[in-house]
T-cell receptor, first 111, second 113 residues
Framework: QKEVEQDPGPLSVPEGAIVSLNCTYS??????FMWYRQYSRKGPELLMY????GNKEDGRFTAQVDKSSKYISLFIRDSQPSDSATYLC???????????FGSGTQLTVLP | NAGVTQTPKFQVLKTGQSMTLQCAQD?????MSWYRQDPGMGLRLIHY???????DQGEVPNGYNVSRSTTEDFPLRLLSAAPSQTSVYFC????????????FGNGTRLTVT
């Protein structure tokens, strides 16, 4: 079993929809949680970063972590065609000093 | 400011050939790492380095060697390429915090026939 599991998609939504992307993790030592966005033929880039449980909002994006259920979510409001990309969740344990990635969800926002 | 530069962008090898994937960073970070990305598998850590002269294995190190003689460069060597090493390889540098996130290069697409 992978330490970070992610719904593989692909996910296709109309422009303006609310998108929910989800991951679960199994390692209780994970303390930091991130979402990376990867456009086609490019390297991943950091989108959101959270520490411990709770919500973090940045514009149209909200990252949510529930450590009690080991659940990570990313919500995108008013989705745009430019949001079409692969979204990767990731978790980090300070002791291991390694990022563990989910397998990614491919999102397409249709105009 | 280039960030992380990977060369070559594309490469085709025959089984048994060797090659080196180059990675250079101009961000002055101590930490550098190599990942491979395969469909359905996400990004998997191959090797990483926390500074010049220090390297360690990640999740999938077999078949790959690394060295770190300078802060800027972190080459990945395939000693005897196998079809299972067909993948997209990403080099990354930085940290994991919001002030120093992991910065990735744009990848090397390797095919082993």
């Amino acid at each position: 079993q992978k330490e970070v599991e992610q719904d593989p998609g692909p996910l296709s939504v109309p422009e303006g929809a609310i998108v929910s992307l989800n991951c679960t993790y199994s390692n209780s030592a994970f303390q930091y949680f991130m979402w990376y966005r990867q456009y086609s033929r490019k390297g991943p880039e950091l989108l959101m970063y959270t520490y411990s449980s709770g919500n973090k909002e940045d514009g149209r994006f909200t990252a949510q972590v529930d450590k009690s259920s080991k659940y990570i979510s990313l919500f995108i409001r008013d989705s745009q065609p430019s949001d079409s990309a692969t979204y990767l969740c990731a978790a980090f344990s300070g002791s291991a000093r390694q990022l563990t990635f989910g397998s990614g969800t491919q999102l397409t926002v249709l105009p | 400011n280039a960030g992380v530069t990977q060369t070559p962008k594309f490469q085709v090898l025959k089984t048994g050939q060797s090659m080196t994937l180059q990675c250079a960073q101009d961000m002055n970070h101590e930490y550098m790492s190599w990942y491979r990305q395969d469909p359905g598998m996400g990004l998997r850590l191959i090797h990483y380095s926390v500074g010049a002269g220090i390297t360690d294995q990640g999740e999938v190190p077999n078949g790959y060697n690394v060295s770190r003689s300078t802060t800027e460069d972190f080459p990945l060597r395939l000693l005897s390429a196998a079809p299972s090493q067909t993948s997209v390889y990403f080099c990354a540098t930085g940290g994991v915090g919001v002030n120093s996130p992991l910065h990735f290069g744009n990848g090397t697409r390797l095919t082993v026939t």
